[in-house]
């Protein structure tokens, strides 16, 4: 059974830095994972994805420059750094994994499984 726990929310003041963490269990080999987003009345949206190889990483355009997803293949976790942190990234951030793409997908409906998701929430 594949698990998913995100950690590492919390209220951070805008520009500041967090690091997230999505610890992996039930699945150690050739898995895609992605970091996706929600705010209170907004549809889920990509954040970033990385291969199972480190190989390929994508990012939204609204993140790209401030966020970097990293993966710890031997700890089974998935890392987000989030950096130079605004008010429109507050939301809630879950994390998924896929195992039918070479590429990471940034579609939702692709992932198969899913964690509980972490606050964040950035003020100004």
């Known amino acids: 059974q594949v698990q998913l726990v995100e950690s590492g929310g919390g209220l951070v003041q805008a520009g500041d830095s967090l690091r997230l963490s999505c610890a992996v269990s039930?699945?150690?080999?050739?898995?895609?994972m992605g970091w996706f987003r929600q705010a209170p009345g907004k549809e889920r949206e990509f954040v970033a994805a990385?291969?199972?190889?480190?190989?390929?990483?994508d990012y939204a355009d609204s993140v790209k420059g401030r966020f970097t997803i990293s993966r710890d293949n031997v700890q089974n976790t998935v890392y987000l750094q989030m950096s130079s942190l605004k008010p429109e990234d507050t939301a809630v951030y879950l994390c998924?994994?896929?195992?039918?793409?070479?590429?990471?997908?940034?579609?939702?409906?692709?992932?198969?499984?899913w964690g509980q998701g972490t606050q964040v929430t950035v003020s100004s």
């Open positions: 998924a994994l896929e195992v039918s793409h070479m590429r990471p997908p940034r579609g939702a409906q692709e992932y198969e499984y």
């Open positions: 039930g699945r150690t080999f050739r898995y895609t």
């Open positions: 990385i291969s199972w190889n480190d190989a390929v990483t």
